[in-house]
């Protein structure tokens, strides 16, 4: 099994600051098949990132991915005040044996 | 427009059981593989089971296997999840999720997800 480990537990930053987000593997994540998903207090989660780089449909351009292998980062260039929420990472390189990091929560400083 | 609406959520008894559902609508519900995640309170996401388009393939987390059953119904555009032998720490949110499959040999991701129906275990 896959151990994706987030860091930092907890950001706290300002509306306009660039948050980056840290999502390390156990062993390598093939062909960096790994999702970012952003969830809101009392929400469903959203996927905001897919195969590593890729934005999903409606994400805005603020927000970025990046890496390969066992290390992967979120970066949200310019922080909204909606963009506060927690974040989590998914691999799914591992055919059918699902792994989330413990999340990221990001809050207003 | 693409929805997800969970429903047999509730209060159940330790070693009891319930079925959830998961009503699909605004897009071609036949053609996706479909997943359920939970949540338990104040945790993280944590993958429960998967089902390919046609229901011949299923997938679970070793902590549900033998007591959950994940099936679909196309004809009725809904998915299912029949657990029993419920457990305390089955207490969460159930979240109904879209799955994409980029590669064969690869897994999902989960690209539309509904609202989530709360199952408590307790008595």
């Known amino acids: 099994e896959i151990v994706l480990t987030q860091s930092p537990g907890t950001l706290s930053l300002s509306p306009g600051e660039r948050a980056t987000l840290s999502c390390r593997a156990s062993q390598s994540v093939s062909s960096s098949y790994l999702a970012w998903y952003q969830q809101k207090l009392g929400q469903a989660p959203r996927l905001l990132i897919y195969g590593a780089s890729s934005r999903a449909t409606g994400i805005p351009d603020r927000f970025s991915g990046s890496g390969s292998g066992t290390d992967f980062t979120l970066t949200i260039s310019r922080l909204e005040p909606e963009d506060f929420a927690v974040y989590y990472c998914?691999?799914?390189?591992?055919?059918?044996?699902?792994?989330f990091g413990q999340g990221t929560k990001l809050e207003i400083k | 427009e693409v929805q997800l609406v969970e429903s047999g959520g509730g209060l159940v008894q330790p070693g009891g059981s319930l079925r959830l559902s998961c009503a699909a609508s605004g897009f071609t519900f036949s053609s996706y593989w479909m997943s359920w995640v939970r949540q338990a309170p104040g945790k993280g996401l944590e993958w429960v089971a998967n089902?390919?388009?046609?229901?011949?393939?299923?997938y679970y987390v070793d902590s549900v296997k033998g007591r959950f059953t994940i099936s679909r119904d196309n004809a009725k555009i809904s998915l299912y999840l029949q657990m029993n032998s419920l457990r305390a720490e089955d207490t969460a949110v159930y979240y109904c999720a879209r799955g994409r499959r980029p590669s064969v040999v690869v897994g999902v991701y989960m690209d539309v997800w509904g609202k989530g129906t709360t199952v408590t275990v307790s008595s």
């Open positions: 998914q691999q799914y390189g591992s055919s059918h044996m699902y792994t």
């Open positions: 089902i390919n388009q046609d229901g011949s393939e299923t």
